[in-house]
């Protein structure tokens, strides 16, 4: 008779064989969240119009999407409170 065998719990980043995908962070990666900003992490600079790099304290970065942020280009959650939504993902 087969014995049931006890379902590991599953975590986070990993497959079903319970191997766990590392990011190279090398790369950069942009994500677009939904009704809110980019976020950008891996290894890149931002640059001003001028060419200057803008300080950057963290290894993830949310740019603003919507507009009305008081410390652009970085976001200050102002889409929030101003409503701001992004259209439908189109998968493209």
Known sequence: MPT?????????GSTDQGH???????VPEI?????GPLLVRG???I???TGEAL??????VALCRCGAS???PYC???HKLIGFRTGPETGQ
């Open 20 to 26: 766990v995908h590392v990011r190279d962070t090398s």
């Open 70 to 72: 008081g410390i652009k």
């Open 76 to 78: 200050d959650g102002t």
């Open 4 to 12: 049931a065998s006890k379902e590991e719990p599953k975590v986070p």
């Open 47 to 49: 640059v001003s119009t």
């Open 43 to 45: 290894d890149f600079e």
């Open 55 to 60: 300080p950057r304290r963290r290894k993830t």
């Open 31 to 35: 994500v677009a969240c939904p009704d």
